[in-house]
């Protein structure tokens, strides 16, 4: 699957004040739209919609970056529209429309609406409404709403690109965001938790919260390095799974689930960053309903742990350990995986092999070890 990121960039934002339009003011050292740009990166295509006016400024501001520029048009909907259409020389599987003006995006926030988008034609992250609702005039208040089953709205909005192109293509414009688009187009859109995090810039007073998010923070830097190491003989099969990936073989691993040796190591190296043991502590090889389980469940278990900890996770490193099969070629596809079920950019998940030359367990052929690390960082 390939994704493409469409930032929207070509209004004015004039209630922000100041000298420039909103995204082109700094925030923590760095233009609001380099900070937005930075956090989608590592996606196939990025295309970011601009003023005309502004093209200059926008190319002095994505030096360095994989981004193509184009021009917006007279509302949001136009311009997401040129977006798309931009996209359409070599369109991806999917898409995300975010703001330019939300520059702390958590990158989970946007795997969430990626992960709904094998189940879902569209996804969007929001928060539940939590205050009391009013209506007023004249500075009165004149009546009360029901809050239950309202949302405040967030980007990056996901869809199936092709979905999306062809909903903005037959919309008449005027839409607020581009889940009206798909729904009136018929899409089905899910909603994923938001975060407070992720908030946009529309006053002044935002920019001083933006940068309390996204400045370093002096003296209380909170950095841990866990390490773990797995490993897990052969027996009768066809095909092995490393971190995620099924890789053909004349045998299998042995183990109580799927015995994905790399993913069971990064895991461990997780839980050992935090202080909390292993994959053993939280799913007991005694008890029968993970028989057989995706690993992947205890990764997720790992990371989420760590999140609600208040770490994001930095970077994992995980070295494979055995003769055969070759790692090589899979390489790509096991970072990929590993940084969708992590909510990682795949940049930021290495995946490498050796061979212990012979020697020992892994070099007679009897199964394969892993050894990995994690960093946390508190956020």
């Not at 004040?17 to 295509?45: I, S």
């Not at 958590?106 to 990626?114: E, F, G, K, T, Y």
């Not at 009391?132 to 208040?141: D, F, I, P, Y």
Request: negative net charge; aromatic residues 4%; charged residues 25%.
């Amino acid at each position: 699957m390939t994704t493409a990121a469409i930032i929207v960039a070509a209004g004015r934002g004039t209630r922000a004040k100041g000298p420039l339009p909103k995204q082109w003011q700094e925030v923590a050292g760095k233009p609001v739209a380099r900070w937005t740009l930075e956090a989608f990166c590592a996606l196939d295509q990025v295309i970011m919609v601009i003023h005309p006016d502004d093209e200059t400024r926008a190319m002095d501001l994505i030096n360095g970056l994989e981004v193509t520029l184009v021009h917006g048009a007279a509302d949001r909907a136009g311009s997401v529209r040129n977006g798309l259409e931009a996209l359409a020389i070599s369109p991806p599987d999917h898409v995300l429309i975010h703001d330019v003006a939300r520059p702390c995006l958590p990158w989970p926030v946007a795997q969430s609406v990626l992960d709904a988008l094998e189940a879902y034609s569209g996804a969007a992250p929001a928060l539940e409404v939590t205050d009391a609702l009013w209506t007023g005039a004249a500075q009165r208040v004149t009546g009360t709403r029901d809050r239950s089953g309202l949302f405040r709205a967030q980007t990056p909005q996901g869809f199936h690109y092709a979905a999306i192109l062809a909903a903005h293509r037959a919309h008449p414009g005027g839409a607020a965001d581009d889940v009206e688009v798909a729904r009136a187009a018929g899409m089905d859109v899910a909603i994923v938790p938001g975060d407070e995090r992720n908030l946009k810039i529309t006053g002044p007073d935002d920019f001083d919260r933006a940068a309390q998010l996204l400045a370093p923070k002096e003296n209380s830097m909170d950095i841990r390095l866990g390490n773990g190491f797995d490993v897990h003989a052969f027996e009768e099969g066809d095909h092995v799974i490393l971190c995620g990936v099924s890789v053909p073989h004349d045998r299998k691993l042995k183990g109580h689930s799927d015995a994905d040796v790399g993913m069971h190591a990064v895991t461990d190296a997780i839980y050992g960053a935090l202080a909390m043991g292993d994959i053993g502590r939280h799913f007991p090889p005694s008890d029968p309903q993970w028989k057989g389980a995706a690993s992947e469940i205890f990764l997720r278990h790992a990371c989420d742990l760590a999140r609600d900890k208040g770490f994001e996770i930095g970077n994992v490193d995980c070295t494979l350990i055995c003769e055969r099969p070759k790692v090589g070629p899979h390489a790509n596809a096991m970072m990929a995986e590993m940084g969708r079920i992590m909510g990682l950019p795949s940049d930021r998940v290495s995946i490498k092999a050796t061979t212990s030359e012979r020697l020992g367990f892994t070099g007679r052929e009897e199964g394969i070890a892993a050894l990995a690390t994690a960093t946390l960082v508190k956020t």
